[in-house]
């Protein structure tokens, strides 16, 4: 019989300021379908460019995990946020996080987990508001012990899909980011996990502004961390990525960092890109929000 291997990665930097937080689970994935892209949507980005920018109304505040290894759990409730916005056109309160890293036992809380386990905690169990269950790990880079009301919860996830196949082994430099752009314009925000460069000249802890750069492989075994895609510039002079990450808003462009587009899969960025859809479990639920948000637009040349 053979054995699933599930590999945990460090989850502090060298400068011991970043936590990540990537532990892939093999047995999560089985059965997990990936969208298809049609081609001519592809081709249309390669043909005419995009440019979307969902950061501008479709996420909630910038959030910050910490020095807990946490960032499935951010990147896993930031898709369930925009998706909740795409969905209502009402953008949600901040949803909890800190149920996942202590409620869902597949995971591993601080230690590390995997988006796709927490969708599949979220299908059973919704989530609650982070004003009901707040963030306390990200403090003490603890887990805490599961406190959460059954009774108390606004959303769920209904299904969650890759929006192109994953890279899970091996060199991943050949992934087609064109179609993850097209995907990115036709669904929302992704849910992806990467390589932010620990250990290498392109280490993201480093990072600052503008368009990243330095050497930050796409190698299926450097995935180390887990964060939100939320926009893509292919008419730009230097083609990027937008990417929001969950190490507070000081860190980087007030909490995002561009990543180049269409060099060899830079960062892994089209490694490991999950759609995630979900719901409000009633009416109330939603009107409760607070957040009312307009109408998503966005351009593409």
Known sequence: MRSLVVVAFCFITATGKYSRGYKRNA???????????????????????????????????????????????????????????????????????EELVDCDKVDAGCNGGDIPTACRYLERKNVDTDADYPDKSSKSGRT?????????????????????????????????????????KKYGPLSICVNSGEDQTGDWAKYTSGIASGNCKAKAHLIDHCVQLVGVDTTASEPFWKVRNSWGSSWGEDGFIRLPFGQDNYCCVACEAVIIEATYTSTADMEKQTQKAPVITFSST
């Open 144 to 184: 805490q012990s599961c406190s959460w009301d059954s009774g108390e919860y606004v959303a769920a996830v209904t299904s969650y899909s890759f929006a192109i196949p994953e890279c899970s082994q091996g060199d991943c430099s050949n992934q087609d980011e064109y179609a993850l752009a097209a995907a990115l």
């Open 27 to 97: 047995v999560s994935r089985i059965g997990m379908r990936t969208i298809e892209i049609a081609q001519e949507e592809i081709d249309q980005v390669l043909s005419d460019g995009v440019v979307v920018d969902w950061s501008v109304n479709a996420t909630t505040a910038i959030k910050d995990q910490g020095s807990c290894g946490s960032c499935w759990a951010f990147s896993t409730i930031e898709g369930v946020e925009s998706s909740l916005f795409l969905q209502s056109g009402v953008l949600p309160e901040s949803l909890s996080t």
